[in-house]
């Protein structure tokens, strides 16, 4: 499992994220980033942020369940977003997908992602434990 940390001399995070990070001695996982399309590939939420913030962790939970791995195995995660005003208001959604300690989270406004209707896309990295992790076949 990760090892988090938040080191006193920076400033303590305000949100649900950690300042770092370091893997330990399980599989590391890159997931693509997600965006709000399901399972057929329609887009979910057009004209909803919360709504297509939910399909995105959604999407990023079945990607970690097909190779054994959950929400807290995810130590970083890049976030892109058309409209970061409204996604800072948010982070109510996230808390109830991961508790602490918290990712490490980058996130950047962006002026478009490939599809127009989308919002928000986030790219994770998980460590699985070699107990739980299961290969993809």
């Known amino acids: 499992m990760a090892e988090f940390f938040n080191p006193e001399v920076v400033w303590p995070p305000f ?3 950690s300042m770092a990070a370091v893997p330990g001695n399980g599989q590391v996982v890159q997931l693509k980033g997600q965006v709000a399309l399901d399972q ?3 887009v979910v939420g057009k004209g909803d942020m919360a709504g297509q913030l939910v399909q995105v962790l959604e999407n990023i939970g079945a990607v970690l369940g097909a190779v054994g791995g ?3 195995d995810i130590y970083a995660l890049s976030t892109f977003t058309t409209d970061i005003e409204t996604f800072m208001t948010l982070g109510g959604i996230r808390a ?3 508790e602490p300690p918290y990712p490490v989270t980058t996130t950047v406004e962006v002026a478009r992602l490939y ?3 989308l919002t ?3 790219a994770a990295t998980a460590e699985i434990p070699r107990a739980r992790y299961t290969r993809f076949a």
Do not use: L, Q
């Open 115 to 117: 599809h127009p209707d």
């Open 96 to 98: 109830r997908y991961f």
């Open 120 to 122: 928000v896309e986030i």
């Open 70 to 72: 959950r929400m807290a």
């Open 15 to 17: 949100g649900a994220f």
């Open 40 to 42: 057929d590939g329609a």
